[in-house]
């Protein structure tokens, strides 16, 4: 893991997806995904399919909004104890999330914020979102900005990422400064 000068000493979550595959109740999801950064784990689990056929789209959706909500209070307290584990393991925020069919959502997952300092051009940048309505504030508009380069950059990201990941690797066989 990347050590920066802002970031407090903190457990790996390397293994974070493996332990939550060995903790998860079996039956819960036909496949999960756990995605970590510095301050947050999200476990985003698949729903195992509906068994209906459906007469449109429409009813389909509110079948596996149905279908998540109800998964939601059902396992509460299970998910409620499992992040409590994993918050103490890991020393971060545990977010829950569920895909079913066409359908994903993601249960009280944070909003971190984060400082930046951003010149006249820049602010007129997200001005201008505000003002035509694309977004609420300008935090909305940095929001969405930053959405809209990860979903056309996402190959570019994973490529940075993995070279990110081989820089760490070297450098944790270096010799000690």
Same mark, same amino acid.
């Given at each position: 893991?990347?050590?920066?000068?802002?970031? +407090?000493e903190? /457990?790996?979550a390397a293994d974070a997806a493996a332990?939550?595959? %060995? *903790? @998860? /109740?079996? &039956?819960w999801f036909t496949a999960t995904e756990v995605i970590t950064d510095r301050e947050e784990i999200t476990v985003l689990g698949t729903l195992p399919d509906l068994p209906d056929e459906f007469p449109d789209d429409a009813a389909r959706a509110a079948a596996e909004a149905?279908?998540?909500a109800r998964f939601r209070e059902e396992t509460r307290e299970q998910r409620i104890e499992i992040a409590r584990q994993a918050e103490h393991r890991?020393? *971060?925020k545990v977010a829950w999330g569920? *895909?079913? %069919? %066409?359908?994903?959502? @993601?249960? +009280?997952h944070l909003a971190a914020p984060v400082m930046t300092r951003l010149r006249q051009p820049e602010r007129q #940048? @997200?001005?201008? !979102?505000v003002d035509a309505g694309v977004a609420r504030s300008r935090s909305d508009a940095l929001a969405w900005a #930053? *959405? !809209?380069? &990860?979903?056309?950059?996402e190959e570019w990201l994973g490529e940075l990422r993995s070279a990110l990941s081989k820089v760490d690797d070297l450098r944790t066989q270096g010799p000690d400064a």
């Open positions: 893991m990347r050590k920066h000068w802002t970031q +407090t903190q /457990p790996s332990w939550f595959t %060995g *903790r @998860l /109740p079996e &039956g149905g279908r998540i890991y020393q *971060r569920v *895909r079913q %069919g %066409g359908t994903e959502e @993601l249960f +009280t #940048v @997200l001005d201008t !979102l #930053v *959405r !809209l380069v &990860g979903k056309h950059a």
